[in-house]
């Protein structure tokens, strides 16, 4: 995994990060602190803070991208497609102009950290149209 992930929201058992393979521009996370394989491995504390900052991060990027459409998916287990042996909630902004693709993660290139910090500064800030 990436070491300098950008956090934009913590919660006492999980947290919102900047996706290092951006997928699409805005792709964040929620990962558990727990190292879990599956959601179902979740007690209901880390299930409420993940879905907590699963909607968290999606009022962000409408806020703030303004994308076409959102797509959520939770990768459990490798065979899921996860580049990383643990349990995540991906929010991918989706935009018309973008043809979709579904790419397995590990084909994804992992973007520069001037890049992250920057998308992550302003998702915090809220900062309107940052495409």
Avoid: W
């Avoid at 703030?64 to 899921?80: R, V």
């Amino acid at each position: 995994m990436h070491s300098n992930i950008p956090l934009i929201q913590v919660r006492n058992h999980a947290c919102l990060a900047i996706n290092p393979r951006q997928r699409s521009r805005g792709a964040l996370l929620v990962m558990p602190f727990a190292h879990t394989h599956h959601l179902t491995d979740c007690n209901p504390q880390e299930l409420s803070d993940i879905s907590d900052l699963t909607l968290t991060g999606i009022h962000l990027l409408r806020e703030t991208l303004e994308p076409d459409g959102i797509h959520t998916f939770c990768n459990s287990g490798m065979a899921a497609g996860q580049s990383e042996d643990h349990m995540h909630v991906q929010i991918i902004p989706r935009y018309a102009q973008d043809p979709y693709s579904f790419a397995p993660s590990d084909e994804i290139p992992i973007s520069s950290d001037d890049e992250l910090m920057s998308l992550a500064i302003s998702l915090q800030r809220g900062n309107k149209k940052i495409k």
